[in-house]
């Protein structure tokens, strides 16, 4: 395996969309941030150097980093930030990922702009476990805020409501044809009649679960989240911030035609096409030498915005390709049950605040009834070395009051929630199984859960309330797929087991920007195992300091 070197500058960067500038943070210039290109099993070494004015983290999404959580990058929980001016070199340690998986910064809401793909190609003599497509395409969704991020997350923290919405849905960096000053910018795609592309996708919103669809075309899903699927031809896609796929298109429509791709958010406004919730970029074939027709490209169908069966069939229908030289391994012996409730909360305001949440209240999330209170050191230093006083161990398994959690009112009285630092402390290679379960306490929304340091198999999914006896029946222990984010449906609940292989300290939290804000996160920590080979690593010589 190779040793790769990248170099990330972060730096403010003017850039011009839907008729202003204004300077963004960026990596290298560049938005969205450059493609880290590698093969299984290679280790990247990337330089970041924090050349912008506020703290930074930078994380890999997906990567597991084996024994070696030092550079995994969510603040607070790993490695305290990056300060203005400070370098951090990272060691990005492969594995067994391969297939696309993404980067982006884990501090604040800076990973509006600080975001691009990880590709990770089959080691050199390997192949894809299908027919080499004829190119690969980047499909990076992202948003453009017409404010500064920073203030944007600062007025909807201390604002205690919902935060503002982004002013455009991009593809690419580009917000596409439906927008103001945006047409002679929007993306292209060119193809040629005949050949096949892998499209590697990733949602980089922040807030939202976008459909995606090609007009006049299908896609095939045969991977996700760097690991293979079983191919899945559909029409639409949904995919959830974190959340990445491969997918491969044939051009099979006639030379010189057009066609819109568009993605629209799910949870976004009721809408019509024409509004800040949908993106375009143009599929375009190549002509040789007629001209191009003019017409305006097919617009695809797409779901409903609100449509959660469509978002929901999508997503249970994704397998492990499952195959001898993909092969799987579902934990089947479980030795530790979790049932953790996901919730949207309100809290009371202080006396001196006015809160802008329902009822004048400020909006919190919880998990198992617990809003995770962000240290100001890093959980993984204070494990470590073995300093007291940063978080306590005793992460509730079961959810402290049952409830109906899916029942249409709920009672008010259900929404309190503690606020601490708590983590679930696992022995090495202990054998997990976790049921999300979503509340409908203030608003059952979907909550894409993405757990660092681990793949882990969804065995199963359904609306209403999870009930193991009826629904542990169901359980898909053949061929589930291997994620690292998954859409807990609303009003539903979703199953999965993994095997805490990997000793360390592992952020788990919903990857709507907004409810980890809120508190939705929480904090496995992974002993070491008896061997030598199974202890975490000593850290770096560049740990920032806080
Ligand atoms: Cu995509 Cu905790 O991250
Ligand atoms: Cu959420």
Redesign the pocket.
């Given at each position: 395996a190779a040793v790769l070197q990248y170099t990330f500058m972060i730096q403010e960067t003017n850039y011009t969309r839907l008729c202003s500038s204004k300077n963004i943070l960026t990596v290298n210039g560049q938005f969205p941030g450059p493609t880290i290109t590698a093969r299984r099993g290679d280790t990247v070494i990337v330089d970041v150097i924090n050349g912008g004015d506020h703290n930074i983290t930078i994380?890999w999404?997906?990567v597991k980093q084996p024994r070696y959580p030092w550079s995994d990058?969510?603040e607070f929980v790993t490695q305290c930030p990056i300060q203005p001016g400070a370098n951090f070199s990272q060691r990005v340690l492969l594995s067994d990922e391969e297939g696309t998986l993404?980067w982006?910064a884990?501090s604040d809401w800076s990973?509006a702009t600080i975001h691009g793909l990880f590709v990770i190609l089959p080691r050199l003599g390997t192949t894809y476990p299908f027919p080499k497509p004829d190119a690969e395409v980047p499909v990076v969704l992202g948003e453009w805020w017409q404010n500064d991020i920073q203030t944007v997350f600062e007025d909807f923290i201390t604002g205690g409501g919902d935060p503002a919405s982004s002013d455009a849905l991009t593809i690419n960096g580009q917000p596409g044809d439906l927008y103001n000053c945006s047409s002679s910018e929007t993306t292209k795609i060119k193809v040629d009649e005949g050949k096949t592309y892998m499209l590697r996708m990733v949602n980089a919103a922040m807030n939202n679960i976008a459909f995606f669809a090609i007009a006049n075309h299908s896609l095939t899903v045969v991977g996700g989240d760097g690991a293979y699927m079983k191919p899945l031809i559909s029409n639409y896609i949904t995919i959830a911030p974190?959340q990445t796929l491969d997918l491969l298109l044939t051009a099979n429509q006639p030379a010189g035609g057009r066609y819109y791709m568009a993605a629209k958010l799910f949870n976004g406004q009721p809408s019509s096409l024409f509004d800040n919730t949908t993106t375009t970029a143009i599929l375009e074939y190549n002509t040789g030498n007629f001209t191009p027709s003019s017409r305006a490209p097919v617009f695809p169908s797409l779901p409903d915005f609100n449509d959660s069966n469509a978002s929901f069939n999508f997503t249970s229908r994704l397998r492990s390709l499952a195959t001898p030289e993909h092969p799987i391994d579902v934990p089947l012996n479980i030795k530790k049950t979790l049932l953790y409730t996901l919730s949207i909360n309100t809290v009371p305001c202080s006396v001196n605040e006015t809160c802008l949440g329902p009822g004048g209240r400020r909006f919190a999330a919880s998990i198992n009834n617990i809003t995770f209170d962000m240290p100001s050191t890093s959980v993984l230093g204070a494990y470590y070395r073995g300093i007291s006083g940063v978080y306590g161990n005793d992460f509730p398994d079961v959810p402290p009051f049952r409830f109906n959690y899916t029942a249409s009112s709920l009672n008010r009285s259900l929404q309190f929630p503690e606020t601490g630092t708590d983590v679930e402390m696992l022995k090495h290679n202990e054998t997990v199984e976790l049921v999300f379960q979503g509340t409908n306490l203030v608003a059952g929304v979907d909550h894409p859960m993405?757990l660092?340091g681990h793949s882990f198999y969804v065995v199963g999914s359904g609306f209403g309330n999870f009930n193991r006896k009826r629904d542990s029946l169901n359980y898909n222990l053949v061929d589930p797929p291997l994620m690292q984010?998954i859409a807990v449906p609303q009003n539903g609940w979703t199953a999965i087991r993994f095997k805490a292989d990997n000793p360390g300290v592992w952020?788990m939290?919903c990857?709507l920007e907004r409810h980890?804000s809120w508190g939705m996160g929480m904090v496995f920590i992974v002993r070491n195992g008896k061997s030598s080979n199974a202890r975490i690593l000593p850290p770096p010589p560049d740990m920032p300091p806080c």
């Open positions: 994380h999404h997906g990058g969510p993404w982006h884990h990973r974190g993405h660092h984010t952020f939290h990857h980890v």
